[in-house]
């Protein structure tokens, strides 16, 4: 079983940058497809990025141009370096273990982080 564990979350003015860190230990000998979701208060988790087996990068239209999701594998890390970012980008981000199906729906995903607060001021 894969464990996630997120960082890198915080208070940032509109306009910053933050970069988002997830961790993968335990069966991770084989590279995992990997998605970036995000949660704000009320409101469903909905898709920001994923990066397939072959290392293609997948954005939401809402972040495209502004995030960069990428991966170290000799670390089994991904990375979310997000920038211009929005007081609409506040919320709970998560990374996911893909499972197969459809890239853009939470439901393709099994192994979740417990998330990460990203907090953007106006």
């Known amino acids: 079983q894969v464990q996630l564990v997120e960082s890198g979350g915080g208070l940032v003015q509109a306009g910053g940058s933050l970069r988002l860190s997830c961790a993968a230990s335990?069966?991770?000998?084989?590279?995992?497809?990997l998605g970036w979701f995000r949660q704000a208060p009320g409101k469903e988790r909905e898709f920001v990025a994923a990066?397939?087996?072959?290392?293609?990068?997948i954005y939401a239209n809402s972040v495209k141009g502004r995030f960069t999701m990428s991966r170290d594998n000799a670390k089994n890390t991904v990375f979310l370096q997000m920038n211009s970012l929005k007081p609409e980008d506040t919320a709970v981000y998560y990374c996911?273990?893909?499972?197969?199906?459809?890239?853009?729906?939470?439901?393709?995903?099994?192994?979740w982080g417990q998330g990460t607060q990203v907090t953007v001021s106006s």
């Open positions: 990066i397939k087996l072959v290392g293609t990068t």
């Open positions: 335990g069966r991770t000998g084989s590279r995992i497809p």
């Open positions: 996911a273990t893909f499972g197969g199906g459809n890239y853009y729906s939470n439901t393709s995903y099994n192994v």
